[in-house]
């Protein structure tokens, strides 16, 4: 799923391109994409894009008159730009918004289709799409502080959850739990000081080092490489991998569809995280550290 750093550049395209553009058409390939029909999607057409706005991982389209569109990528939703008038691809082709100077693409891949697209009229609607999460390069540690010892969780629920903090998501949190050598377990409430201003420190640093990133990567282009999974990541999607750091195998916790990828060693004092999966599998036999773990792989291998 797109986060802070994918919907900025997207954003920063995106104003680039449109801000001051008329739109011309709208075509619709899905009938799952559009969630509302109050007011007709067919109202902003002729409308010029005035701005652009990030609410969390939603980027918001703002039209004269006050038109909004709001766009939630989810997994797999991408955007595309595209010669004015090119068709929607088929399978993955969700609808296409036609300008003067070229044509935004939404796709998704993938059988699941759950992006969505709003249309609302009024400012203060946008309130109800705001889940009121902490735009942390814009709080200040005591913002900080306060909104992540408001609830108890685990970091990886607590910087992952849109109520508490805004934008961030199953990798970026890897990777900043990583730099910060927090578990994702780590309750919040049980934080001290210092680890409370490491995390707020590392999460700033780590959002802005990406955006800047995939901004050079973008260049004057369009981010067509929209993706979670990067080979310059530290953990996140690198299982199995050496940390740069310290060269442990990067070890998951997998749950429902998504999983948490840490470095034992970095993060957890050389213990490993049970996996819930394996765990009631293994029971008694699940490794308690990356010494255990090495030596059931290399017993399941055959080695002496």
């Known amino acids: 799923m797109p986060e802070y750093p ?59 008159e006050q038109y909004y569109l709001i766009f939630h990528l989810m997994i797999a939703g991408r955007f595309h730009w595209r010669t004015t008038g090119s068709a929607i691809p088929a399978r993955i082709g969700l609808a296409a918004f036609d300008f003067p100077n070229g044509t935004l693409l939404l796709t998704e891949a993938g059988t699941k289709k759950r992006a969505s697209l709003y249309l609302i009229r009024g400012e203060f609607q946008l309130l109800t799409f705001d889940a009121g999460g902490l735009d942390v390069l814009l709080a200040s540690l005591a913002e ?9 969780h685990t970091l990886k629920r607590a910087l992952t959850d849109p109520r508490l903090f805004s934008g961030i998501g199953n990798a970026y949190s890897d990777e900043i739990l990583h730099r910060a050598r927090l578990s994702p377990l780590q309750l919040t409430q049980k934080m001290s000081d210092h680890q409370i201003e490491q995390l707020y420190w590392t999460t700033r640093a780590t959002l802005l080092e990406w955006a800047a990133r995939l901004r050079a990567e973008a260049g004057d282009g369009f981010p067509e490489k929209v993706t979670a999974f990067r080979n310059d990541m530290a953990v996140h999607g690198r299982y199995g991998q050496p940390c ?34 394996l765990s009631r599998l293994l029971r008694s036999d699940w490794p308690k550290n990356i010494d255990e773990l090495e030596a059931h792989i290399r017993k399941s291998r055959g080695a002496t």
Do not use: M, W
Not at 23 to 28: E, M, P, T
Not at 55 to 64: A, C, D, N, P
Not at 247 to 269: F, K, L, M, S, W
């Open 6 to 64: 994918d919907i900025v550049v997207y954003l920063e395209r995106l104003e680039a391109l449109l801000t001051g553009q008329l739109l011309q058409h709208v075509r619709i390939a899905s009938p799952f994409l559009l969630r509302t029909a109050d007011p007709p999607i067919q109202e902003i057409v002729h409308k010029k894009v005035i701005g652009f706005q990030r609410l969390g991982k939603q980027i918001v389209f703002h039209f004269e």
């Open 144 to 152: 900080f502080r306060a909104r992540l010892l408001s609830e108890n």
């Open 244 to 277: 740069p750091v310290c060269g442990t195998p990067v070890q998951r916790i997998r749950y429902a569809e998504n999983e948490t990828n840490y470095c034992p060693t970095c993060q957890t004092d050389g213990r490993l995280l049970a996996d819930r999966s």
